[in-house]
Nanobody, 125 residues
Framework: QVHLVESGGGMVQAGDSLRLSCAAS????????MGWFRQVPGKEREFVAV????????YYADSVKGRFAISRDNAKNTVYLQMNSLKAEDTAVYYC??????????????????WGQGTQVTVSS
């Protein structure tokens, strides 16, 4: 099983940018779809963005489309989430996930079998 570690979270003001990183170890994720999900206390974890194993196909939640960008560097076994024009409603714990069973990007959480511990993003208005 792959081990995922997120980093890059923090506290910023509305309109600022952050870049989250997700470093994978234990096995290569080159052939794995990767995703970012987020959760606010008391609410269900929700889909944010996913990327196919090749990096050519991406999907975004409507709430982040045009502001967030997911990318990957397979040579570094790392996935990124560039978050621009942050809003207070983006405040959440952000989780990285790997779909080691396939390279096709899926938006459903149950498709992902490995998860990181999460990184907190707080956006003040």
């Amino acid at each position: 099983q792959v081990h995922l570690v997120e980093s890059g979270g923090g506290m910023v003001q509305a309109g600022d940018s952050l870049r989250l990183s997700c470093a994978a170890s234990g096995r290569t994720v080159t052939n794995s779809a990767m995703g970012w999900f987020r959760q606010v206390p008391g609410k269900e974890r929700e889909f944010v963005a996913v990327i196919s194993g090749s990096g050519t196909i991406t999907y975004y939640a409507d709430s982040v489309k045009g502001r967030f960008a997911i990318s990957r560097d397979n040579a570094k076994n790392t996935v990124y989430l560039q978050m621009n024009s942050l809003k207070a409603e983006d405040t959440a714990v952000y989780y990285c996930a790997a779909r080691t069973t396939g390279w096709v990007a899926k938006t459903q959480q149950y498709e992902y079998d490995s998860w990181g511990q999460g990184t907190q993003v707080t956006v003040s208005s």
